[in-house]
């Protein structure tokens, strides 16, 4: 006869080895990836997205292409190709803006009194065309926009350069989100 303690140990040793095959089964059967790509997309083409805003920041249209094609080589799996690509997205940059969104107190000068901008928002608009090759009921046109709220009393710049880069990277979440994670 089995003492209990040795055969409360070989039920909890096979209670754990249950639960691990059950774990390692149904791990097996489902993707964390979170890519909702099909497995025969195997390319992508990014084409330069031309800056046709009214106010223009020279860099932003390279700026904006190569983080967007850094995007999806590095987070999709997806390889760069020339010609015949699975997927194919292009676009515009339609706006660039940075307007006040809170006035300060006055300040008087020789010619008057001038009003100061606290905070400057800064609003980017990008208009996007994807193509699925192997899929033409995904493809769509979409606008997508974002802002970064800043202080006017910074280096304009400085703070430019600094609030493009955020601006971007959430219009860019935002594209690889609806493109490969399917959201």
């Not at 292009?90 to 001038?114: C, F, H, L």
């Not at 990008?126 to 910074?154: M, Q």
Request: glycine fraction near 4%; charged fraction near 20%; hydrophobic fraction near 40%.
């Amino acid at each position: 006869m089995i003492p209990i303690y040795h055969r409360n140990l070989l039920l909890r040793a096979f209670k754990t080895c249950i639960l691990l095959f059950v774990s390692s089964f149904l791990i097996s059967c489902y993707s964390f990836s979170g890519s909702s790509l099909r497995e025969d997309m195997k390319t992508i083409k990014i084409n330069p997205f031309p800056n046709n805003a009214a106010n223009n920041l020279p860099s932003l249209s390279q700026d904006f292409t190569v983080a967007l094609q850094n995007r999806f080589l590095q987070r999709s799996g997806l390889k760069g190709a020339i010609e015949n690509p699975d997927l194919l997205i292009e676009g515009e940059i339609t706006d660039y803006n940075i307007t006040p969104t809170s006035v300060g107190a006055s300040t008087t000068t020789t010619t008057g009194n001038i009003i100061q901008a606290q905070q400057n928002k800064l609003t980017i608009t990008i208009k996007v065309h994807y193509e699925n090759i192997k899929d033409p009921t995904l493809n769509f046109d979409r606008t997508y926009s974002d802002e970064a709220v800043f202080n006017s009393d910074l280096d304009l710049n400085a703070i430019e350069t600094a609030q493009v880069k955020i601006v971007n990277e959430r219009i860019i979440n935002k594209i690889f989100n609806d493109i490969v994670a399917n959201w």
